[in-house]
């Protein structure tokens, strides 16, 4: 995990771990970088793979993020997102819970270099972008 670069996506300091970059994800939704970063940093910090995620108290998460809004259904959706995400009964990334377009997206253009998007998200279309133009 690389220090976030303010004219970066956050996602793109997560070294390309799938986890970190979906719960990075999950945090942006409905809230701004700069509540969502400091909570991300911190939750890293506390429980930084989905095996201890998935075991963390609720409270706990919840006073982590917080600042991000939503603070009760985010820490039981991260919880349980990172308890499904160890397990094999999954294929596809968006039928694990909080996972929609934009997370998904933010997986497959961060940590795997897919730059065909479904979400309409304007940072995330920006990175393919740049992506791209870096290909060529």
Same mark, same amino acid.
């Given at each position: ?6 004219? #970066?996506? *956050? ?7 799938? =986890? ?12 701004? #970088? ?10 890293? #910090?506390? =429980? ?6 998935? %075991? ?15 603070? %009760? +259904? ?5 919880? #349980?997102?990172?308890?499904?995400? *160890?397990?094999?009964? =999954?294929?596809?990334? %968006? ?28 940072? *995330?279309? +920006? ?10």
């Amino acid at each position: 995990c690389s220090k976030p670069q303010p004219d #970066r996506l *956050l996602q793109e300091s997560l070294g390309g771990c799938p =986890w970190r970059v979906a719960v990075a994800s999950m945090l942006l939704c409905r809230t701004t #970088r700069r509540q969502a970063e400091p909570a991300l940093l911190e939750l890293l #910090r506390r =429980w930084p793979g989905p095996e201890y995620l998935c %075991r963390a108290e609720q409270l706990e998460v919840e006073s982590v993020v917080r600042p991000c809004g939503l603070h %009760r +259904n985010r820490a039981r959706q991260l919880a #349980r997102f990172s308890g499904l995400y *160890l397990g094999d009964g =999954w294929e596809d990334l %968006r039928e694990l819970p909080g996972v929609g377009l934009y997370v998904a997206d933010a997986v497959g253009l961060v940590c795997f270099g897919c730059a065909e998007l479904e979400s309409s998200d304007g940072a *995330l279309h +920006n990175l393919a972008r740049r992506l791209r133009s870096e290909d060529s």
